[in-house]
């Protein structure tokens, strides 16, 4: 991990996203990048943003706190921004055809989408989903439905091991709650089988952390996943520990330590990858998009938590 790069990309990046972006935004959108591999190019990103603000309504959340994800999005995009986000849009509308409300996360999906089509088999794996989790199942699933429902396998089992794991899971300790659905999701990414050892390795994970006194907060439990379905070993975590340690020390992550944790992961995760080659391109680059989709999903959190904040504080 390369801490001058990351403070030199996240530099480039903050200055291209202006003052009015919060810096988690800027870190967000700097490990979209660096998680690819590229080098920050502001005049690209501020292409695509314009191009977007140019398309979007006043309403869409592309134009809004989605505005430089998605713009980081569309440009590491082999195709043109002006393609990409007229993909987006149809894939949005596919998405509201089947019968999902526009939302943050249904533009979130429509990123992540390889064509309209999928929508119908999105909508089918989250019903199945909210058969096992009624209450928990919500517009915070959808962009994982959408990435998971393209791998193969049967969309009622994939929904299933979901849940056995979410119960797993609970047993030893986990507390129940969206950010363990969002585990469990990620548990089934190569295989809709229920295999024993994927929870094996993720307790596994969790202990090498705690012993390491690093917690493990409940919004980092999807990370563990990331970690576990790429069979990354003690070498890598001794790694990403140490990482973690580096970045907590940097001026930039001071105040931001949950960001510490997940750029120190998707950077060793990065560098491992590349260096193992751990399976077929599609594998790195759909994993890569379900990380960068869990980051984008916190900001739309963190985002509305600052609205509801600002009106709170107006009235």
Not at 23 to 47: C, M, P, S
Not at 137 to 156: F, K, Q
Not at 189 to 195: H, L, M
Not at 242 to 271: C, G, H, P
Request: proline share 2%; aromatic share 10%; glycine share 4%.
């Amino acid at each position: 991990m390369d801490v001058k790069h990351i403070e030199q990309t996240f530099s480039e990046v903050s200055k291209t996203t202006g003052w009015a972006v919060d810096k988690q935004i800027a870190l967000a959108v700097t490990n979209i990048y660096l998680a690819r591999g590229k080098q920050f190019d502001a005049g690209a990103h501020e292409k695509a943003v314009d191009i977007i603000k140019k398309n979007e309504g006043w309403t869409s959340p592309l134009r809004s706190h989605l505005l430089h994800s998605a713009a980081a999005f569309m440009v590491l995009k082999e195709e043109s921004v002006e393609s990409s986000l007229k993909l987006v849009n149809q894939n949005q509308q596919a998405l509201n055809d089947a019968g999902f409300w526009k939302t943050s996360y249904t533009y979130l999906a429509a990123l992540l989408m390889k064509n309209p089509e999928e929508a119908e088999r999105i909508r089918a794996l989250y019903e199945e989903m909210k058969k096992h989790h009624k209450f928990l199942t919500s517009n915070e699933d959808i962009p994982y439905a959408a990435l998971l429902s393209s791998r193969e396998g049967s969309i009622e089992e994939r929904a299933a091991t979901m849940n056995m794991y979410y119960k797993d899971l609970r047993e030893h300790g986990f507390s129940m709650g969206n950010d363990l659905q969002w585990l469990s999701q990620i548990m089934t990414f190569e295989s809709p089988d229920y295999d024993p050892e994927i929870v094996g390795k993720v307790l596994a994970i969790q202990h090498y952390f705690k012993d390491e006194k690093i917690k493990i907060k409940y919004a980092q439990y999807p990370t563990l996943g990331f970690l576990a379905i790429t069979g990354i070993g003690g070498n890598a975590l001794s790694e990403i520990v140490s990482n973690i340690r580096e970045l907590e020390s940097n001026k930039i992550f001071r105040w931001y330590k949950d960001m510490a944790f997940s750029t120190a992961v998707q950077q060793t995760m990065a560098d491992n990858m590349g260096a193992r080659d751990i399976a077929e391109m599609a594998f790195s680059t759909s994993l890569e998009a379900l990380m960068q989709a869990q980051q984008a999903a916190m900001m739309i959190s963190f985002n509305a938590a600052i609205i509801a904040a600002t009106n709170n504080s107006s009235n």
